[in-house]
């Protein structure tokens, strides 16, 4: 009997994809890369019309023997690696690296681990697509350009363990720019004007809203304004002059793409990028379902579609809500030019695993990931909901009030889903009492100074949206990106917000006076659609990369030269060293901040660096900190453990409670 060998990226996807198979079938995993641009060195040189020097990664070595052995014994050998570019490039190494050219070797690539999925993949194999291996091998290099030769310019013109990246420097320049934006904005004043009113034959008012004077909208930027406007208004007679009634749609979602189910993980479960995308990949490989085994329980997480197979598509209508919740197909929108639409839309690979049935087998964050997925696809397969809007405006001499009001007429997709957004929207009651024969009694009015808001600091999920917006990155770029600059500590995040250090001013700084096409967007969204059109197969990928390296050498050299030295310095803190009585400076270590000398290297005194909260410990009196768990979840502690023991989940205020007089928690 034939004997076939496939061979996968995961360990996890093998005990998977093993039960789906015969006994003939061995299933192997390479664990991601086998091979890789060496690390001392750039690893190519434009001499050698730029051919990259592959060497094997450290430690894949015992990795490879085992599989060489597997390919000796083998007949037919099947690569089945991720069905996305890097994918692609892992199957065109394991060629090399295993040497496979007198091998029947196919590629296959599926974009869920099931049964069917997998034995369906095994029926249509195919060759490697060179165009998309070449794509990502244009990506890998253009990275390690840029990051090869700006990053040792920021180690000697600022400190070392700084570093550069073409799709990092640009993020960074983004949550940049939004800073200087925030610290820029100037405040105006304005005011809004609203009614009480109370119709006749009520006891509820209603609150209506200024909308117009004589017809034409106006604005009240002072309180000297208001007043004129509320002298104006003093006896005048409220009544109502007009009255609409409609019907407003609001459409199905789309189901998921990496971008969306990132930001709505965000905003729903509070989960942070990197966190959404490592329990989305457990849920693709392959979790222990009671009384079905292991099984892929979505479709493959790095994707930029929206569209869905016929079949999901069929199985996901034959799980009805009832008829009249059907979509008329119309729901389905074409993806945006700028990316590749080589998957399907995020998913489960089974519809009629329904999430509270599975709950037992998941772990909680599991559970509520593979829910909001699930309820998002079923969502999106349902029709549109609709609401029933009344507007009614409300004369009062040559002013005009509004009131708008609406009501679920059908609730449509919301009976399966309703996104983060829309649950914090307060819900309108329908004026049914109210024609235009009723009167009306001013009860009161309330008058509100505001100011206008500057923008909103990036969060990771709008951080995102904006870089899928303007075209940069991929998929699988967004949570390594964002992670990389807050692991740089170029950004800080505090109660989901991202804000610039000093450094990451620094950098920025740097990067746009030295490097301003590298962290200019419209560059590298142009950049990614060169990279397409190399997977596509219309351009060359050595011409990118020729076309691009040159204007980087100059600018570095250019950049040597001109650039000062700049000294940032250690952040002083009141702890006093007590060997030599200096004031200790925070320094950042592999596990983020701890106190340290800065007699170093005469003296070489550390300790822990606990960050303050403002308030006293209940028990003693002393500071409380913020402090982690071994397994990083983060607590309330005394500062001064371990002779005192408080410690709290929730953060402590200094308020007292009124009954008991015990500490308070937010």
Not at 218 to 247: P, R, T, Y
Request: glycine share 6%; aromatic share 8%; charged share 30%.
């Amino acid at each position: 009997m034939a004997k076939y060998l496939v061979i996968v990226e995961s360990p996890a996807k093998v005990k998977t994809i093993k039960k789906f198979l015969g006994k003939n079938y061995e299933v192997m995993a390479s664990n991601g890369h086998v091979r890789d641009l060496p690390k001392s060195q750039l690893g190519f040189s434009p001499e050698n019309d730029f051919e990259p020097k592959y060497i094997t990664i450290r430690g894949k070595g015992e990795i490879l023997a085992k599989l060489r052995k597997e390919v000796k014994k083998a007949d037919k050998i099947y690569l089945a690696t991720d069905p996305d570019r890097e994918g692609e490039a892992i199957s065109w190494h394991l060629t090399k690296a295993l040497k496979l050219d007198d091998k029947d070797v196919s590629r296959i690539s599926f974009n869920e681990i099931t049964k069917t999925a997998v034995k369906a993949s095994l029926k249509t194999p195919r060759e490697i697509d060179m165009d998309l291996v070449d794509a990502q091998q244009a990506r890998r290099m253009l990275d390690r350009m840029v990051g090869y030769r700006i990053s040792p310019l920021l180690w000697a013109k600022v400190k070392r363990g700084l570093s550069a990246g073409r799709v990092q420097s640009v993020a960074l320049r983004i949550v940049c720019d939004r800073e200087e934006e925030i610290d820029a904005f100037i405040p105006e004043e304005y005011w809004s004007l609203e009614a009480s009113l109370l119709p006749e034959g009520e006891k509820k008012p209603i609150t209506a809203k200024l909308l117009d004077k004589g017809g034409e909208k106006f604005e009240i930027s002072s309180e000297e304004q208001m007043n004129q406007v509320l002298a104006e208004l003093k006896g005048k007679e409220f009544k109502v002059c007009d009255m609409k009634k409609g019907e407003r749609t609001k459409k199905a979602p789309l189901p998921f793409t990496t971008s969306t189910l990132q930001q709505e993980a965000s905003k729903a479960l509070n989960f942070p990028i990197s966190k959404t995308m490592r329990i989305a990949q457990q849920l693709y490989e392959g979790v222990d379902i009671k009384g079905q085994g292991t099984v892929g329980i979505i479709t493959y997480l790095r994707t930029d579609s929206v569209g869905i197979s016929e079949e999901a598509d069929e199985a996901a209508r034959a799980f009805s809500y009832g008829e009249e919740y059907l979509s008329d197909g119309e729901g389905s929108k074409k993806s945006n030019a700028q990316i590749q639409d080589a998957h399907e839309a995020i998913r489960p690979t089974d519809i009629n695993r329904i999430p509270s049935e599975i709950k037992e087998s998941l772990s909680r964050d599991q559970f509520r990931l593979y829910q909001l997925i699930w309820k998002r696809f079923a969502a999106s397969r349902m029709a549109n909901a609709k609401y029933e809007t009344t507007t009614v405006n409300i004369a009062a001499g040559d002013y005009t009030f509004r009131v708008s009001t609406s009501k679920v007429a059908f609730d449509g997709f919301m009976l399966a889903y309703t996104e983060a957004d829309d649950e914090k929207q307060e819900k309108q009651v329908l004026l049914k009492s109210i024609d235009k024969d009723t009167k009306l009694k001013l009860e009161e009015f309330d008058p509100k100074q505001h100011f206008t808001q500057p923008p909103a600091h990036y969060t990771e999920a709008s951080l995102v949206k904006t870089l899928e917006e303007l075209g940069i990155g991929r998929p699988s770029t967004y949570s390594p990106t964002i992670t990389t600059i807050i692991a740089r500590r170029y950004i800080t995040k505090e109660n989901k917000n991202l804000y610039v250090t000093e450094i990451g001013s620094v950098v920025n700084s740097i990067m746009k006076e030295s490097f301003p096409t590298i962290v200019d967007e419209h560059f590298t969204a142009n950049m990614e659609s060169l990279l397409d059109s190399v997977a596509e197969g219309h351009l060359n990928w050595k011409t990118v990369v020729a076309n691009f390296y040159p204007d980087l050498e100059e600018a570095v050299e250019a950049a040597e030269k001109d650039l000062e030295k700049i000294t940032i310095e250690d952040e002083v803190t009141d702890e006093i060293c007590e060997v030599c009585g200096r004031n200790m400076v925070i320094k950042y270590g592999p596990h983020g901040k701890f106190l340290a000398c800065p007699g170093f290297p005469e003296c070489r005194n550390t300790k822990p660096y606990y960050e303050k909260i403002g308030v006293a410990c209940p028990k003693c009196g002393k500071d409380v900190v913020i402090k982690m768990t071994r397994k990083g979840r983060r607590y309330y502690g005394c500062i001064d453990y371990p002779e005192c023991d408080f410690m709290s989940w929730g953060r402590p205020v200094e308020k007292k409670c009124p009954r008991c007089g015990g500490y308070m928690v937010e």
